[in-house]
């Protein structure tokens, strides 16, 4: 399950990232589902990355340390 997750996101992220990348090279501007995506897919990677910090900090510090 984490493959197809992970492999999704790569194509996602290179697909979003070649096309922004081929408009400013031609100055064109992006297209709203472009950048919307791009907008969704930089939410979900700041999510993760809370999350898994989190995470990992559960697991190092365990949950007494934690707990405000």
Known sequence: ???VAAL???VL???IMASA???RREKRR???LLTLLGLTLMALSAT???LLL??????TFGPAA???
């Not at 989190?54 to 697991?59: H, L, M, Q, T």
């Open 1 to 3: 399950m984490f493959e």
């Open 8 to 10: 999704t996101y790569g």
């Open 13 to 15: 992220a290179s697909f």
């Open 21 to 23: 990348g081929r408009n």
């Open 30 to 32: 992006n297209p709203p």
């Open 48 to 50: 993760m990355a809370v």
């Open 54 to 59: 989190g995470y990992a900090a559960w697991n």
């Open 66 to 68: 934690l707990s405000i």
